[in-house]
Structure formats: structure tokens, C-alpha cells
């Protein structure tokens, strides 16, 4: 009996310590989505690609500036054997056979300055391309943030969904469970029959099946939005309901010609259709010729022989590729298809957002209109549950019949308190479509 005792003691022990696990976080959706903003991975990967395109950038940047190169050398020939034939000639005409001189050390150094003048437009063509390319993938991140945005709006407003959902499950099974424990008492005392208690168990394991659903919804959106969050997995999120009940929706633009001027992803495609054209002339640039400006300073020691210093030159260098002007042509026509593939996706990407936003402009209405006939159902099932449980109070109408009212009047109650986060869902679809999204959360600065 005693370790039964302490059996039960140490589960309720670890029940508690587990709750306690469970850290509840009571967290708004303005902190959610500022949140999502900064710290979810696909945040994070879209500023790593606007980093490596802004050091891209720098790079072609730098290839403007000129290039300086430092080279020296020192070589030792321990066994170098050297016979100059001028003076193998001179030691014959008068007899003498004086031994040569021991050249077995070379000193060379050399400093070099190339600076290109002229590449065919090359260079400035190259940087206006890198700096496109930056400006595309920067677009391209506040748009992969804008959706990160957008479905911590859904996550959040479908956790609301979900933890109201049980509340309001929850409170119909403690009626429901009182009602089977009328019943059991009624059918004992013969005032109803066994089948009308069946009835009422029954319409008891419906509910709890709702009920076991909405704990697991509501389990599984959770961990959804808190994986997306980057917080600890046993986080618990309490939805701040008020910003959901007290929300009301602006008037929104939803005109396309907004939409064209504000999304992103399609003023990162326009980016990237300029960058394409740079591309064409990057391609051209090797029918012309290469001219640099060339500079530099050199010594020369080699022992016993010569010693040259200050070396300075001054030049201009000229190269051309004339086998290009007739290879290149493929590179050029590559170029020009690659800029046709990108004006192509730009027309497609601007129908897509047309259907977009009036799409999401249309069930924004919808959902507007759905709240008001949910507020007038909630209404119309509450009287007809009242009058329902009168008269089946007075024995002029049956268990059904009640059942059903009850039923029905659960249902509204869920549909109405679903609505209005629905119409949030629906608020923030439509400013993602029209690329609103990011202004109506102050995202723009952080």
C-alpha cells in the first residue's frame, strides 16, 4: 500500500514538473510578426544572399581601381659554370687567359602598376549589373520577409481559432456531461426512456472527440508558430485575444496598379530584367579592345656582371581578341535569350498578381459579409435552443429535438467566434497581395 502511495505520488510529482516545463508566453501579434521578421531562418538566409550579393558588388567595384603588383627573386647557382664568348675571343688576340668572372647570384625586383583605361564598357557595365543583382536579392528578402510575415498572421489567428474552439467545447461538455447525469437519474425513475439517455451519451462522446480534436489543433499550430519564432519547443503561446476582438479593419486599397508599384517579388524581377540587359552589353564588350595605362619600377644585380637600378617605365598596353569578334557572337545571343526569359517571367509574375489581388480583395468581403450572418445565427440558434428547452420542458417536444438545438446553437457560437479571425486572415492576405503588409506592421525600420 505504501509503494502504491508513493507511485502515485512521484506521477503527480512529474506531471507538475512538466507542466512547469511548459512555459506559457503570452505574446501579441505585433511581437509575433516582428519577431518572425528578424529571428525565423528564412529571414535569415535572405539577408545572408543580399550580404553576398552586396560583397559581389564590392568586387566589381574594386576591378575599377588599378592593380599593383610587388615581385622579387633571388637565386643562388652554387655550380654555375659561365663562359662568355666575348671574352674567350678577347683572351686570344693577346695571349693572356684570365679566368671569368663568378656570376652565380641574381637579385630582380619589380613593383607594377596596370591601370585599365578602356575594356569595351566592360568594367562599368559589370558594376551596374552587380549593383541590380543587389538591389533584386534586396527586394527579394523584404518579399520572403513579407510572406514569413504573412503566415505568422495565419499561425497566430489559427492558434486563436484553435484554443477558442476548445474553450467553447469545453464549456458545451460540462453541459453536456450534466445533462447524461440528469438523465441517468430521470431514466432510473422511469420519466424518460433508456433511449433518449443513449441519445445524450452519445451527443457526450461526439463532443469529447471534438474536444481531443481541438487539444491536438491546437497542440500542432503552437509548435508550428514557435518553431517559426525560433523559441524554446516547450513554449505555450497565449493568444492576446484582444487584439483579435478589438481589431477593426481599415479601408484598404486593393487596386492593382498599388499592387504593380508596391510588391517586391515583381520590382525584383524588374531589377533583375535590367541586370540582364547589362549582361547583353557585358557580352558585347569583347568586340572591343582592351587599353591599359602601364607603370612600373625595377632593379637588376647579378654579381660580377651588371647592376641595374631605377628602371622606371611608363606605357600604354593594347590587346584585342580577333578570334572573338567571331566566337562571341553565341555569348551575345545567350545574353539576349536569358533577357527574354526575364521579360517573359515579369509578364507572367503581373498577371499572377492581378488574379492575387482581387482574389484576396474578394474574400475579404466574404469574410466581412460571413461575420454579419454569423452574428445574426448566433442570435436565431440561442432563441430557438430557448424556446426548445421550453417546450421540451413541458414535455411538447423530444430529446431530438433538443439535441439538435443544442447542437446547432454550439455551432454558431464557434462559427462566430471564428469569424472575426478569419477576417484578420483574410485583412492581411489582401496587404500582402497588394505589398502593404510590411508598412501596416512598422517592419520597415527594424
Not at 487596386?255 to 533583375?272: C, G, H, W
Not at 607603370?295 to 617605365?313: E, S, W
Not at 421550453?390 to 446547432?408: C, H, M
Amino acid at each position: 500500500m505504501k509503494i502504491s502511495q508513493l507511485m502515485l505520488f512521484g506521477v503527480f510529482f512529474i506531471g507538475i514538473s512538466s507542466l512547469e516545463a511548459q512555459e506559457k508566453t503570452s505574446l501579441t501579434l505585433d511581437e509575433a510578426v516582428k519577431l518572425a521578421w528578424e529571428k525565423s531562418s528564412e529571414s535569415s538566409l535572405a539577408n545572408s544572399k543580399v550580404n553576398s550579393k552586396k560583397y559581389e558588388l564590392q568586387t566589381a567595384k574594386d576591378s575599377q581601381y588599378p592593380d599593383l603588383k610587388l615581385s622579387s627573386q633571388y637565386q643562388y647557382f652554387p655550380t654555375a659554370n659561365i663562359h662568355m664568348e666575348s671574352q674567350s675571343s678577347d683572351n686570344s688576340s693577346d695571349g693572356s687567359a684570365g679566368a671569368a668572372p663568378k656570376m652565380n647570384q641574381v637579385v630582380f625586383a619589380q613593383a607594377g602598376v596596370t591601370m585599365p583605361l578602356f575594356s569595351g564598357f566592360k568594367i562599368q557595365n559589370n558594376v551596374d549589373l552587380r549593383n541590380n543583382m543587389y538591389l533584386a536579392e534586396s527586394a527579394s528578402a523584404v518579399k520572403t520577409k513579407e510572406d514569413v510575415a504573412l503566415r505568422t498572421v495565419q499561425y497566430y489567428t489559427n492558434l486563436y481559432k484553435a484554443q477558442k474552439s476548445l474553450e467553447l467545447l469545453e464549456e458545451n461538455k460540462k453541459s453536456t456531461q450534466q445533462r447524461v447525469t440528469d438523465f441517468i437519474e430521470l431514466e432510473k425513475n422511469g420519466i424518460i426512456p433508456k433511449n433518449d439517455l443513449l441519445k445524450a451519451q452519445l451527443q457526450l462522446s461526439r463532443v469529447q472527440l471534438l474536444v481531443d480534436e481541438a487539444k491536438n489543433n491546437v497542440s500542432i499550430t503552437n509548435y508550428y508558430l514557435v518553431t517559426l519564432l525560433k523559441m524554446d519547443p516547450n513554449t505555450k503561446i497565449v493568444v492576446n485575444e484582444a487584439d483579435l476582438t478589438k481589431f477593426e479593419p481599415r479601408v484598404l486599397q486593393s487596386d492593382t496598379q498599388i499592387a504593380l508599384e508596391n510588391r517586391k517579388d515583381l520590382e525584383s524581377v524588374r531589377l533583375q530584367s535590367k541586370a540582364s540587359e547589362n549582361n547583353i552589353k557585358i557580352a558585347k564588350s569583347s568586340y572591343y579592345p582592351s587599353i591599359v595605362l602601364l607603370g612600373g619600377y625595377a632593379l637588376l644585380d647579378v654579381k660580377n656582371f651588371v647592376n641595374a637600378t631605377n628602371l622606371t617605365n611608363v606605357g600604354v598596353g593594347l590587346s584585342y581578341d580577333l578570334s572573338g569578334l567571331i566566337k562571341n557572337s553565341n555569348n551575345v545571343k545567350a545574353a539576349e535569350s536569358k533577357s527574354e526569359e526575364v521579360k517573359h517571367s515579369e509578364e507572367i509574375l503581373t498577371d499572377h498578381i492581378k488574379v492575387q489581388v482581387q482574389k484576396a480583395a474578394e474574400d475579404y468581403d466574404l469574410a466581412i459579409s460571413q461575420d454579419a450572418v454569423f452574428e445574426q445565427a448566433v442570435a436565431q440558434a440561442s432563441e430557438n435552443y430557448r424556446l426548445v428547452k421550453d417546450k421540451y420542458d413541458n414535455g411538447l417536444s423530444d430529446t431530438n429535438d433538443l439535441l439538435e438545438a443544442d447542437v446547432d446553437q454550439l455551432s454558431t457560437q464557434i462559427n462566430k467566434a471564428l469569424s472575426k479571425a478569419n477576417i484578420i486572415q483574410k485583412y492581411y492576405e489582401l496587404l500582402t497581395a497588394t505589398g502593404q503588409i510590411s508598412q501596416s506592421f512598422n517592419l520597415s525600420k527594424i
